[in-house]
């Protein structure tokens, strides 16, 4: 079965084409939708039959970052997300600081209802850079499907605000929104300082391939400030 790339951008809104995939100045490789990359150990069926019964199979989400990435700080005076809020979709999801997990992945919260910034990049409302802000689309600890579920959904000309930690708010437009195979996908100009400023929403999509507990699919959602 062939999976199609899509994107859609604001000259006709809602429209959808075939596109590239998304150029980001790191390696970033969405390959899951959960918080434990480990598998979830097979337990015994609860009933006389000798065959175990595998437990719910846990997705994963997996961000690799370049080496460069691991030593970087977040700036002293950053002011971080608190709340992300896309009024035209009802997507609202709580926003937590993440950095680097021990395996060099971005660390994402375990729950779907919540997303993770990732600290060590630009912060929404910073003059320049890239935010980065990632949630599972679902996971067996929420036991179904969080906010960013309907990230597929976001259309160009979406409205996305942001609350930061200060109460000040931050808005964006979505420029564009593209659901790539992950088999496909190209990252290199994400997770850095400088460069426009911008937002970038990432979670799963597809179809979800339980054998290895992933989707086949990124939805990533890139928005630019309003009146920049």
Avoid at 70 to 83: F, K, M
Avoid at 102 to 107: A, F, N, R, V, W
Avoid at 143 to 148: D, Q, S
């Amino acid at each position: 079965m062939t999976t199609d790339r899509t994107t859609r951008r604001p000259a006709h809104r809602g429209a959808v084409r075939h596109a590239p995939a998304l150029a980001l100045l790191v390696s970033l490789v969405v390959t899951g939708c959960a918080a434990d990359p480990e598998p979830v150990a097979a337990t015994p069926a609860p009933t006389a039959s000798p065959t175990p019964t595998a437990a719910p199979q846990e997705p994963v989400l997996d961000v690799p970052l370049q080496p460069a990435t691991l030593g970087a700080q977040p700036a002293a005076d950053a002011r971080r997300p608190v709340d992300l809020v896309i009024p035209d979709r009802a997507i609202q999801v709580p926003v937590d600081p993440v950095g680097v997990a021990e395996d060099g992945q971005m660390e994402i919260p375990p729950l779907a209802e919540r997303a993770g910034w990732y600290r060590f990049g630009s912060s929404p409302g910073d003059p320049s850079g890239t935010a980065v802000v990632a949630a599972h689309v679902d996971s067996v600890a929420s036991a179904g499907l969080g906010p960013f579920a309907k990230l597929g959904d976001v259309q160009p000309g979406d409205v996305v605000d942001v609350t930061l930690d200060d109460g000040t708010a931050v808005r964006y437009a979505v420029v564009d929104v593209v659901r790539v195979p992950k088999v496909e996908a190209v990252w290199d100009q994400v997770f850095v300082r400088d460069g426009p400023p911008r937002l970038v929403l990432v979670t799963c999509g597809g179809v979800f391939q339980r054998e290895v507990g992933s989707y086949t699919d990124n939805v990533i959602v890139t928005a630019e400030p309003v009146g920049a």
